[in-house]
């Protein structure tokens, strides 16, 4: 029986799994794409880092939407869980989390022992979500590694009044179309953004010191200023930001 | 009124209903002997006589209208009035509520859609006028009616849904309205409550021909108490540890006291269900094996769910004991008053909760979460009832604050569109793992 446990995360943009030794040090990662046949997919992805790392009999536990799909999980637990115990994992204090995944957008109180003591999160629209920029950027041919740069260096935010991604793609267009500066176009988005998230998280702003920020979207600098800016506070990005579900599933005692 | 169509609806209100109704029980005896269990927990033996009054009451009314007077009312109105007029009372919410279970409710909501009723209405409204429009029902055929009969006590939808019926069927409409109490109940606004209730007497006896009574409005009146007390006590023994019934058994059994309040058969019902409550609590039996956690329920329920949830709360040891729906409808009816049915009746049906403030809700949320020993709060945020829903994050918050563990959830009590069963489950899956 290896001490190595294996935890996936079946997220609705991105499969991620970690590998972690008995101390809870991250072993080996892999993150791809969510393929439509989630459950080969998981059982592929396993497979490859039980390969790498020689995790052979390692329980899994998987999480995300997909995760009553994966074979031979020895334990399925929710996304929300799982966050917590992984950011617990990674920083050791409580305090709000903010995940900022591709259809979802999750603020998650982290208990003084990592435990959930309330979470909220966007209903039935991708409005605050990865997706929104997913939409959006390519409109603005705005690389996602140059975000921060046209983030900072915009001389004010050109206002993006709608949160939808919908609508704001359109209301882009029209922006655009009256010569506004892309840099300009960049930092309202991001700034609708960080009003979305702070209207998400609401009162549970109120009961926490400080403000944390995981999920695929914690990469984009932009976001992380902008929130920052929105809160006047910083925000601290956890390490492995894209990772934390699943590193909170492989620790979940099996 | 023709004396052929009062046989018919005689004959089926006192021998076809109740002999279906046991039809329904040697099926299910039968289905037993052949070894067919049903999962989950225990049904209770009340439901059989729940399922044979219900069928008696849509199959009588299918002959209702020629024999007897028909009258379509809100919920909240006061009904007790109607009963010394010998009227056949039907309920469009309760019978939405039947569309929604049998999931028929979106396909007649539908038909409301495409007439021009907006998506924002109330599914309950929807349903209820796109059966209008179609005359399609699960329960065979609805009455016509002679009057329709509204109270603003639940919502102000009421009176444009209300309106609409009376354009599509040209039928009188009476409204009843019920200032909302902001504060502390308000006598003047009682009183002028009591003086619309007088009003509706009056027209009551005109469509029936029938003259006011007030010995026999009195006699109602203590019926309607007494069921209303027995209805108490049913929901009081979920307070037992583990309960022996849960909301969701509440959800299903709250349809005599709302449909036939007032009405000797509704008394007797109660009785028998209490009965079978005591029976079940002094020998111990729980509706849910392993009851770890005890949540009060705020809000309709989602009827097209009611089975899933249920099923789903209780493989984790979760069991809803208490609901603010089903308590509505023992919190004020014991103040009736067969001594003074008008004024009586003012107060019950100006002081329900949800025609209250703010101040109220919470305080009753956290009484009934105190009294019941629940341990956290669920707040189905229903996209149908607006004035129901608004005001749930603040009560979250106050509730949290109490020590509560407390998860609004988005839904719908009939429009399945408006839900989303993968993302509800695993709000409901994160919610039960925060208490471990």
């Not at chain 2, 037993?32 to 729940?50: D, E, I, N, V, W």
């Not at chain 2, 495409?114 to 029902?137: F, K, N």
């Amino acid at each position: 029986m290896s001490a190595l446990r294996i935890g996936i995360d079946l997220g609705s943009t991105t499969t991620k799994a970690v590998v972690l030794d008995a101390s809870g040090k991250i072993v080996a990662t892999a993150l791809e794409r969510s393929e439509p046949r989630a459950g080969d997919q998981a059982q592929r992805m396993i497979a490859e880092l039980v390969r790498k790392t020689g995790a052979e009999g390692a329980p899994v536990i998987a999480t995300g939407y997909g995760r009553k799909l994966v074979p031979g999980a020895s334990k399925v637990v929710t996304e929300i869980t799982c966050h917590a115990r992984g950011v617990f994992a990674q920083l050791g204090r409580a305090g709000l989390l903010i995940d900022m995944g591709g259809q979802d957008t999750k603020a998650i109180l982290v208990d003084g022992t990592g435990r959930v003591a309330d979470f909220a999160m966007n209903d039935k629209c991708a409005a605050g979500t990865g997706r929104f920029l997913e939409v959006i950027l390519p409109r603005l041919q705005a690389p996602w590694d140059k975000l921060r740069g046209m983030y900072q260096s915009a001389p004010e935010a050109v206002q993006v009044s709608s949160t939808c991604t919908v609508f704001a793609e359109s209301e882009v267009i029209s922006l655009l179309a009256n010569g506004q500066a892309v840099e300009g176009i960049v930092r309202g988005l991001h700034d609708a953004l960080a009003e979305r998230v702070v209207a998400l998280a609401g009162r549970m702003l109120e009961m926490s010191k400080e403000v944390m920020l995981s999920g695929g979207v914690a990469n984009n600098g932009a976001m992380v200023d902008a929130l920052g800016a929105r809160l006047g506070a910083p925000v601290t990005v956890v390490p492995e930001p894209s990772h934390v579900g699943a590193i909170g599933a492989a620790l979940t005692p099996p | 009124m023709s004396l052929i169509r009062r046989l018919q609806y005689e004959a089926a209100d006192r021998l076809a209903g109740p002999m279906l109704g046991r039809y329904g029980r040697l099926r299910a005896l039968a289905r037993r002997s052949r070894g067919k269990r049903r999962a989950g927990p225990p049904q209770l033996q009340s439901t059989r006589k729940l399922k044979e009054l219900l069928t008696t009451h849509y199959l009588a009314g299918r002959y209702a209208d020629g024999a007897v007077p028909v009258a379509w009312v809100t919920s909240g109105f006061p009904v007790e009035i109607l009963r010394p007029f010998g009227f056949h009372v039907v309920y469009p919410e309760n019978h939405a509520a039947l569309c929604a279970v049998q999931r028929q409710g979106v396909q007649l909501a539908q038909v409301a859609e495409q007439w021009g009723v907006p998506r924002d209405t109330c599914a309950y409204a929807r349903c209820d006028i796109g059966s209008t429009l179609a005359q399609m029902t699960p329960v065979g055929r609805i009455p016509r009616p002679d009057v329709l009969l509204a109270c603003t006590n639940i919502c102000q939808t009421v009176v444009y849904w209300y309106r609409t019926l009376a354009s599509l069927l040209n039928v009188p409409l009476f409204v009843i309205d019920t200032p909302y109490q902001y504060g502390e109940p308000d006598a003047h606004a009682e009183r002028f409550v009591a003086r619309q209730i007088e009003e509706a007497i009056a027209l009551c006896a005109r469509i029936s021909g029938v003259e006011r009574d007030d010995g026999a409005l009195g006699l109602v009146a203590r019926e309607a108490k007494q069921a209303s007390e027995l209805w108490g006590e049913c929901l009081a023994y979920a307070k037992r540890k583990p309960a022996p019934w849960s909301g969701f058994d509440q959800f299903i059994h709250i349809g005599p006291i709302v449909t036939l309040r007032g009405l000797p058969e509704c008394t007797a019902y109660y009785r028998m269900l209490r009965d079978e409550l005591s029976e079940r609590a002094r020998l111990g039996i729980a509706v849910v094996e392993n009851e770890k956690h005890r949540l009060v329920w705020d809000n309709l329920p989602v009827w097209f769910e009611l089975r899933e949830m249920s099923q789903l709360l209780a493989r984790e040891g979760f069991n809803i004991v208490v609901t603010t729906y089903t308590n509505g409808w023992a919190e004020t009816a014991p103040m009736f008053d067969e001594h003074d049915p008008i004024g009586s009746a003012a107060r019950v049906y100006s002081r329900v909760f949800i025609n209250r403030g703010m101040g109220h809700r919470t305080a009753l949320l956290r009484s009934l979460a105190k009294e019941w020993g629940c341990d956290g709060v669920l707040l189905h945020s229903n996209r149908s009832c607006k004035p129901y829903s608004v005001g749930q994050l603040d009560l979250a918050s106050q509730l949290t604050r109490d020590g509560l563990r407390t998860l609004v959830l988005d839904g719908d009590h009939l429009d399945s569109r408006s839900y989303s069963k993968e993302q509800a489950e695993g709000r409901l899956s994160a919610f039960m793992e925060s208490f471990a």
